[in-house]
């Protein structure tokens, strides 16, 4: 028997799969952006004495379990909308993983174990929040320079990955950096400053060199830049980025001149770090984007391919079109609640 | 098979450790709920002192929880592709509605119910606290949909080997459901009544006097001798259900090999499955059929019908099902016994006896052995299914090699008992320095050292 499907049935075939990965991409930015500044934090946290440490943590506490959410998000949007896909990637990712995995056990439990424990133990959970948060974030990165070039092996792809690694490590302490400088005040806002300008040198640095041999790596990626006429669509995107590193390479020195009144520094222009920061993440999420898609498992899974039934689909799109703005709204209450310079936390 | 195993020890050691602190968490939110509504309505101090220990309890123990159930929802993509390959379509938007609704809800409104007092209004604080209690129950329930609906699959349609769902319904409400769902929040319940009245008796023990310390007994005991004779109910209804939809588990259970009337309640026995006899076995005649038939002449399953023809085992290991299934119910009748022996104590007197609060301190963590032991019967129980009749568990593990696993294993069991000890030390250490800060408020005088413990 037959069964013809409708002009409808076919649409929705057709685009489920792509509404599925853009509500996949949002969940990742906006974690790389949440979970981004709050494992920046982490890896910064040994830099500096203890008062300095417990104010830093205090700034992310009320914020980092729900930031993580997006992770569980993403992933699940992930296992639900490509259930293939979410197979062969983890699959293929096993150990970084499950590196990762442990890393955010390690700095979730920190939050608490460092307070509530007694104070001999400290040290050793301050210990296991900054290298929870550093293993996280550099397992985060060598994923995701496996995910581009096609998750395959061999010592070129895992010195790339590697490379990845160390760019998103650089990107989280400068996003880290910044939201300090929003958070902060004084002496620790002064040196989140000079944190910043680093890790922003860092990022730069790392990002012209992924970008270099992105291409040089995966041909189909050389043809989807380099093209005539993608190169001028795309070419917004470096052009943007450039003029937002070097205007908040500006910015930065001048504020750690301290050339700005003194009005900059605790009114909500503190924030413009932040807010640059977050921008150039949303460029690089745009290029690989594009570099990406149509492909979930890149060169060999496409959506089409990978999506799962429409009923399932589109039973979960009813529930995200309701849940996600709501999610997103009372987590715009949660911040706003916190807003402010950062101050010691309290239960009373 | 050597990999199989290792997949299978990972993914149960993982379950078992993340499940310790949901246990905890989901009535401890509502009890939460409850401490700060008599606080905000009453003069005694007792329960905004009870609300503020125990909040730290339930924030230690929802970190534990969310990084152990991140770690649960890639343990899918990881070691058992095979599972959303056959039944994704229903697995999805069952764990999908699971993160947005209610793993969304907690965490939102977590960080506002922990250190927001201050910064919202008495009623903001209130509802923060309602909404975090409610998303833990309302994700213990999507999680048990999915689990039940592995027990007892309804309202899908195999096509080419992949699970198409018909009616989501059928599929939400399957048989097993609402059984699992109450059973597992009075599992919930008692956990946390128990490790009320524990660490309360503990620092009474201490002779700490303060009134936050009765309000949690008081509260803790009451809640034991009120949920425990009703989880035995809840038990019998849900261990009938699962002879109706899973006979061989309720056999396996019960150490029953052959199918008849007049089937012995089997009180004590080693099952022996390569003679297929129980040895050493004590049983009461005809306990078994009138248990699960209400009537000594039922006919009650046996395991011998679960093996085919050409000798292949369709029921589950006996052994871990016979011994955590009393195990379990062993438990179940001795919190029975202490809550309803301290009751009338604590109602009386508003405290227990020495001996009570001695066992009750003993008896901090029986919730968890108990809710183990039941977790162990009914997923080892499902074996060799991974997916009641549609899909076994070998054929949905990931061929990942034997080293790696042995890696990834041995650094969970690692992580994990290494956590399980900080956290147990970590909630001993609270109420010492709780107690040791309320002594230092009644008499300053004979505590001149610095305050050391971080208690904000």
Redesign the interface.
Known sequence: MIEWASTTELFWDDWLPIVFLGLMGLSALIYVVLDGFDLGIGILSPLVAKEDRDLMIASI???W??N??W???A???????F??A??????AL??P??AM??G???R??A???R?????KHRRLWDTAFFSGSLMATLSQGYMLGYYILGLPTGWAAFAFASLVAVGLSCAYVLIGSCWLIAKSEHQLQQTAIRWAIRALIGTAATMVLISAATPLASERIFKAWFSFPNLLWLSPIPFLAIALTWRLHTLLKDTSNETHTAHWYDSGRCWSPFAITASLFVLAFLGLAYSFFPYVVPESLTIWDAA??R??LA??LV??AI??PM?IG??IF?YK??GGKAT????? | MEALLLARIQFAANISFHILFPTITIALGWVLLYFRIRANNSSDPGWIQAY?FW??VF??S???G??????M??Q???NW??F??TV??????L???E???A???E??????M???????SQRIHTLATFLVAFGTTLSAFWILVLNSWMHTPAGFEMRDG?A??TD?WAIIFNPSLPYRLVHMLGASALTCAFLLAGISSLRWLWKDNTPGIKKSLRTGILMAAVVSPMQVVIGDLHGLNTLEHQPAKVAAMEANWETGPNVPLVLFGVPNEQTRTNDFEIAIPSGASVILKHSPSGVVPGLNDFVTADGGIMHPPVKPLFFSFRIMVGIGVLMILVSWWTAPQVWKHNEPKRLNAMVLVAMTFAGWIATLAGWYVTEIGRQPWLVTGILDTASAA?T?PVP?LG??LA??LT?YAA?LG?YI??LY??AKTTTRQAERELDPSQYKGAI???L?
Do not use: C
């Not at chain 1, 307070?115 to 104070?119: R, Y």
């Not at chain 2, 994704?88 to 938007?93: D, L, Q, R, S, T």
């Not at chain 2, 965490?107 to 506002?112: D, S």
């Open positions: 506490g009320p914020f379990d729900a993580e959410t992770l569980v998000l992933v699940g949007l992930l296992l639900v909308a259930p293939t979410h197979g062969a990637v983890l699959g096993y150990l993983t499950t995995l442990v955010l056990i390690l979730g439990v939050f608490e174990f307070i509530k424990g007694p104070m799962a039934s009923d399932s039973i979960i529930g995200t849940t996600l999610i009372y987590s949660a609640v916190f010691p936390l309290t239960y009373s | 503020r909040v730290k924030a230690l929802f970190a534990m969310v990084v152990s159930g991140i770690v929802s890639f899918f993509g990881t592709p095979g959303m390959e994704g379509n229903i697995a999805g938007p764990l999908g509605y993160v947005l609704t793993f969304f809800l965490a939102g409104f977590l960080g506002i922990l250190f927001g007092a201050q910064r919202v992949v198409y769902a989501w990931a990942h790696l890696l990834s650094t969970y992580v956590l900080a030390y970590t250490h609270l050391t413990g971080a904000s």
